[in-house]
């Protein structure tokens, strides 16, 4: 990462939904982490893929990850039922290895 990259990032929802997080919270998600990629050609890095319902508990997830990177016995999410599906189809489409990254 060089220096000219903002320490925060700016992630839209489709139905127009912003969440500013840290750059290091969204490399979690290496499809994430490769839209940032300047020379992406993502067309979701313009167009956002989710609504502002599940991207608010991706951001949620994004920094549980990156707080509980290291720690032992780590106390489930809370994810409400309803967005199950949902959030499993954009775990899946965000990497599918969200656990992984920055754990070996």
Do not use: Q
């Amino acid at each position: 990462m060089t220096s000219s990259l903002s320490e925060y990032v700016t992630l839209v929802s489709n139905d127009g939904f912003e969440f500013i997080v840290l750059r290091e919270s969204a490399y979690v998600a290496g499809t994430i982490k490769r839209m940032l990629d300047p020379t992406s050609s993502f067309a979701e890095a313009i167009s956002g893929r989710c609504t502002g319902i599940v991207l608010e508990k991706v951001c949620e997830y994004l920094y549980y990850n990156l707080k509980h990177a290291r720690a032992k016995d780590v106390p489930d999410m809370d994810i409400p039922p309803e967005l199950c599906l949902e959030l499993l189809m954009a775990a899946d489409y965000l990497n599918g290895e969200w656990g992984e990254t920055e754990r070996r």
